[in-house]
Nanobody, 121 residues
């Protein structure tokens, strides 16, 4: 059993910053890619940022230059630092991780429950 728990969302004014965290727990042998997605009302879920186990990062155009993702492999945690936030960044942010189970060796992609980020004055 593996769980991803996000934290750090909230209300922020335009131009402000937020840092999201996502911690994985449970029967974990290793975590491969970890990623952040977001879904705004009435829109499809979209990739925001991805980070490999080795630290290679990929960003969507919407977050490039403003968002930064990092991870702490010892803590099974991924972070998303968001700067210069805009109203259009308002969405539910989800963390996603590709995890190999210690229990049975299966590799499965897990999702967190999501955390709301609202950018408004």
């Amino acid at each position: 059993q593996v769980q991803l728990v996000e934290s750090g969302g909230g209300l922020v004014q335009p131009g402000g910053s937020l840092t999201l965290s996502c911690a994985a727990s449970g029967s974990i042998f290793t975590i491969n890619n970890m990623a952040w997605y977001r879904q705004a009302p009435g829109k499809q879920r979209e990739l925001v940022a991805l980070i490999s186990r080795g630290g290679t990062t990929i960003y969507s155009d919407s977050g490039k230059g403003r968002f930064a993702t990092s991870r702490d492999n010892a803590r099974n945690t991924v972070y998303l630092q968001m700067n210069s936030l805009k109203p259009e960044d308002t969405a539910v942010y989800y963390c996603n991780a590709n995890i190999k189970s210690m229990a049975n060796g299966a590799t499965i992609t897990y999702w967190g429950q999501g955390t709301q980020v609202t950018v408004s004055s």
